[in-house]
């Protein structure tokens, strides 16, 4: 099923919702392309997210995230995947809703939990109570995924590809 997408389809969300994995699937079933904004970035810097944080800290990763957005929202229309982050700044906001459309994976905290729980690579749930801290993020950005323009559920039982019929039918 080849289509033209008219705007970029932004994928937004927690860690673990599953935007990359239900980003590349959507992409396959339309036909069009695929990006992930944090691939971009660790291309670009030729370094894991986690060393990005660590050697030059989260706002330095925060405003390499932005220009990627950009960068990619200027470009042909496409699937594009987000860090979790990357709908938290209202500059980020503005942007995504004058060229793309947003879809939030909305999914609940044990959900998140059971599929970040095991991987290392989340450089923001490197603390004692990596499980609270998800808590506290989620809490704390539901709002602003709110405003995205798209809300599909996601929850346990979906597979991928059910999610990704789900951001077609939306
Ligand atoms: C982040 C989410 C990560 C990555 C970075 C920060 C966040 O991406 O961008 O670790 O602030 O939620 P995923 O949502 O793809 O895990």
Known sequence: MRQRLKKTVVLVGMMGAGKTAVGTALARLLGVGFL?????????????????FE???EPFFRARESEVLARLLAGP?????????AFLSAENRKLIAAKGVSVWLRADLELLWQRVRHKNTRPLLRTADPKGTLAALLDKRAPLYAE???IVDARAEYSIEDMARQVIAA
């Not at 660790?42 to 986690?50: G, I």
């Open 36 to 52: 992930d904004s944090d691939e971009e970035i660790v291309r670009a810097a030729n370094r894991t997210v986690a060393e990005i």
């Open 148 to 150: 995205a323009g798209v």
């Open 55 to 57: 050697r030059d800290g």
């Open 77 to 85: 229309p496409c699937i594009l995947s987000t860090g979790g982050g």
